[in-house]
């Protein structure tokens, strides 16, 4: 499991010109499933990600997560994210490690509903959809997350 998470003061994702989400300040966060993952790390990503120290606090340090601020996630599917680019293998990302549809769809839902319960608004793309992103980014401030 791999994710792209960006500290992002608006995000707005369109499917067809059609606005499907839209997030106040909060995190952006790209997400790839792989071959393998499993139910407990979809877990661990769920609890772990809302936690995260990455907002500023009244002395300008990292110290607030999205819970703290009152932010929302934007969690999109991202399988390119799986995707290799290894030094002497051609110019065309290998996709062998991403998740099968189905497997990658419950653990993305699974995650969702995860973030949900623990009182995060979490917002969606839409699974496996040609998706348009519009976002303005705090920082910018990304971390690449793998578990």
């Known amino acids: 499991m791999r994710a792209l998470i960006q500290r992002t003061f608006k995000s707005k994702l369109y499917v067809d010109g059609e606005l499907i989400s839209e997030i106040p300040a909060g995190l952006t966060i790209f997400l790839g499933i792989e071959k393998g993952d499993t139910d407990e790390q979809a877990d661990y990503f769920a609890h772990k990600i809302p936690k995260l120290r990455v907002f500023r606090d009244e002395n300008d340090k990292m110290n607030l997560s999205v819970l703290q601020t009152g932010g929302e996630i934007l969690l999109v599917s991202q399988f390119s994210l799986a995707g290799k ?17 189905e497997r990658a769809k419950y653990l993305y839902e699974r995650i969702t509903e995860t973030m949900r319960n623990d009182g995060v608004v979490v917002k969606n793309g839409v699974f496996g959809a040609h998706m348009y992103i519009e976002q303005q980014q705090d920082g910018p401030l990304s971390f690449v997350f793998e578990c």
């Open 85 to 101: 680019l290894v030094k002497g293998s051609g110019n065309r990302p290998d996709f062998v490690n991403a998740e099968l549809p």
